[in-house]
């Protein structure tokens, strides 16, 4: 409930704010490209590998078995069609964005040794692995500057060893993720996309992004309270 009543709002803020970009013409879509029929299903096919181990995944959690599907297998599982059965298959790997691949891999990697050498527990207390407000506005104020991501990947850990509950979780999930909104720096996702964006010759700036983004966190922190006071 509270991701669907941020999503309402985040669409009437930017419609507020950018409301130029708003308008009824129709889309224009370009010049309609031929389709391999063959390519298509084979898509088809690892889309359809995708969602079913997602929902497998889904339901085995929910069933608590301890039985799950790790990410990796249900990634290479959707990615084996493509890979094994198309006769475009190395187009495809030519089109992968290795540099956003190794960005993420040298990041988790950077995390690990953070980690490994005890530099981020000791900035960290008791009380900011186990209160709720503390965990929220923590996630969000120190994802602006090492990213939602790794914030994540340093301070789980320390959440789980301190006896973390289902609620504090939660609460990392939703403070990471609404960190994102906040800057441009709050997630990596936010670079990748203006880097791409600025290959096709347009970029957003961070006062721009941040016009938003400031009025959207505020009123997402809000709207997460007061979920927590009926919950």
Request: aromatic share 8%.
């Given at each position: 409930m509270p991701t669907i009543v941020n999503?309402?709002?985040?669409?009437?803020?930017?419609?507020?704010?950018?409301?130029?970009?708003?308008?009824?013409?129709?889309?224009?879509?370009?010049?309609?490209?031929?389709?391999?029929?063959?390519?298509?299903?084979?898509?088809?096919?690892s889309l359809g590998i995708l969602?079913?181990?997602?929902?497998?995944?889904?339901?085995?959690?929910?069933?608590?078995?301890?039985?799950?599907?790790?990410?990796?297998?249900?990634?290479?599982?959707?990615?084996?069609?493509?890979?094994?059965?198309?006769?475009?298959?190395?187009?495809?790997?030519?089109?992968?964005?290795?540099?956003?691949?190794?960005?993420?891999?040298?990041?988790?990697v950077l995390m690990a040794s953070v980690w490994q050498s005890g530099f981020f527990q000791s900035f960290v207390n008791s009380s900011m692995v186990s209160s709720v407000p503390l965990i929220l506005t923590t996630s969000v104020i120190i994802s602006q500057f090492i990213?939602?991501?790794?914030?994540?990947?340093?301070?789980?850990?320390?959440?789980?060893?301190?006896?973390?509950?289902?609620?504090?979780?939660?609460?990392?999930?939703?403070?990471?993720t609404i960190a994102g909104n906040l800057t441009i720096l709050g997630a990596a996702s936010n670079v990748i996309i203006i880097q791409n964006a600025e290959k096709q010759g347009e970029t957003l700036t961070f006062w721009e992004f941040a016009r938003v983004g400031v009025p959207l966190t505020v009123i997402q922190v809000v709207v997460y309270w007061v979920f927590l006071a009926f919950v």
């Open positions: 999503l309402l709002i985040a669409f009437v803020l930017l419609k507020i704010l950018f409301k130029q970009e708003f308008h009824s013409r129709p889309l224009d879509h370009g010049v309609p490209v031929t389709c391999d029929t063959r390519f298509m299903q084979i898509c088809q096919c969602i079913t181990l997602i929902a497998a995944n889904i339901v085995l959690s929910l069933s608590g078995s301890g039985v799950l599907v790790t990410l990796p297998v249900i990634a290479l599982c959707a990615a084996a069609p493509i890979l094994l059965l198309s006769n475009q298959r190395l187009k495809v790997i030519q089109n992968i964005d290795w540099c956003t691949l190794v960005f993420f891999a040298a990041m988790f990213s939602n991501v790794p914030f994540v990947a340093l301070f789980q850990p320390m959440i789980m060893q301190a006896g973390g509950s289902t609620g504090q979780l939660i609460t990392l999930a939703a403070g990471s």
